[in-house]
C-alpha cells in the first residue's frame, strides 16, 4: 500500500547527502506541479475559447502529450523519498530488525537496476530525437503544430537519473541499517502504523495553524 513514512535525520554524511539530494527533488516536483497547473489552465482556456468564441486552442492535444513526462515522471524521485509509492508495508511492516532491512535493501536494489535499464533506454530515445543540425534541434515533432519532442524525451532519463541516486542512497541506509543492526536508520522512509501516522499529520496542522 502506499502511505506517508518518516524520513530520520542526523548529523551524518548519509543524512546530509538526503537533505541535499532533497532540495533538487522538491524543485523537480514543484516543477511537475506546475505542468499539472498549465494543463488546467490550457484545458480551461480551450474549453472558454471553443464555447465563447468557436476557436479552440490549436495543438491542445500536442501540449498534453509534451507535458505528460513532466507531470508523471518528475516527481518520482522526491516520492521515492517520503515511501509514497506503492509497497507492502503490510507485509514489510511485519518484519522486524534485520530482517525488515534486508528485505527493503533487497526491493530498493531491485528497483535500481530496472532504473539504471531505464536510464540507458531512454537516453537513447532522447539522442535518436535531438539533432544540433535539425531545426530546433529536433529530428521529430508533434504533429498539429511541431513542438519539439526532444525536451519531453530529454526528462525521462533526467528524472530516473535523480531516483537513481535516491535509490543509491538508500541502498546506503538500509545497508548500512542491515550491517549495523540499527533499530531507526536514517535517509530511508520508515514504515509507521496508523496512530504514528494520524499524530505526525496533527502535528503538522498545528505546525501550519
Keep these: 500500500m502506499a502511505g506517508s513514512s518518516a524520513v530520520l535525520e542526523d548529523a551524518s554524511l548519509l543524512s546530509r547527502l538526503d537533505r541535499q539530494l532533497l532540495r533538487l527533488e522538491t524543485v523537480f516536483a514543484l516543477i511537475s506541479g506546475l505542468a499539472v497547473f498549465m ?3 490550457l484545458a480551461a482556456y480551450s474549453v472558454s475559447g471553443r464555447k ?3 476557436s479552440p486552442l490549436p495543438g491542445y492535444v500536442d501540449w498534453i502529450e509534451t507535458a ?3 507531470i508523471a515522471i518528475m516527481g518520482v524521485s522526491y516520492t521515492q523519498r517520503h515511501g ?3 509497497r507492502m508495508d503490510l507485509l514489510i511492516g511485519k518484519l522486524r530488525g534485520r530482517a525488515q532491512w534486508l528485505a527493503e535493501l533487497v526491493s530498493v536494489l531491485l528497483i535500481l537496476v530496472l532504473m539504471l535499464a531505464l536510464i540507458w533506454g531512454s537516453w537513447s530515445h532522447f539522442g535518436r530525437s535531438f539533432d544540433f543540425a535539425a531545426p530546433l534541434w529536433s529530428r521529430d515533432s508533434s504533429i498539429d503544430i511541431g513542438i519539439p519532442a526532444w525536451p519531453a524525451k530529454l526528462v525521462v532519463p533526467v528524472a530516473f537519473g535523480v531516483i537513481s541516486l535516491r ?3 538508500q541502498v546506503w541506509g538500509y545497508g548500512r541499517a542491515f550491517v549495523l543492526g540499527l533499530e531507526a536508520p536514517v535517509a530511508v522512509p520508515l514504515v509507521q502504523d496508523a ?3 494520524a499524530m505526525a499529520e496533527a502535528e ?3 505546525g501550519r495553524g
Excluded: S, T
Design 39 to 41: 494543463l488546467m489552465f
Design 167 to 169: 535509490l543509491m542512497l
Design 52 to 54: 465563447f468564441f468557436g
Design 68 to 70: 505528460m513526462p513532466f
Design 84 to 86: 509514497g509509492h506503492v
Design 195 to 197: 496512530a504514528a501516522q
Design 204 to 206: 503538522l496542522m498545528e
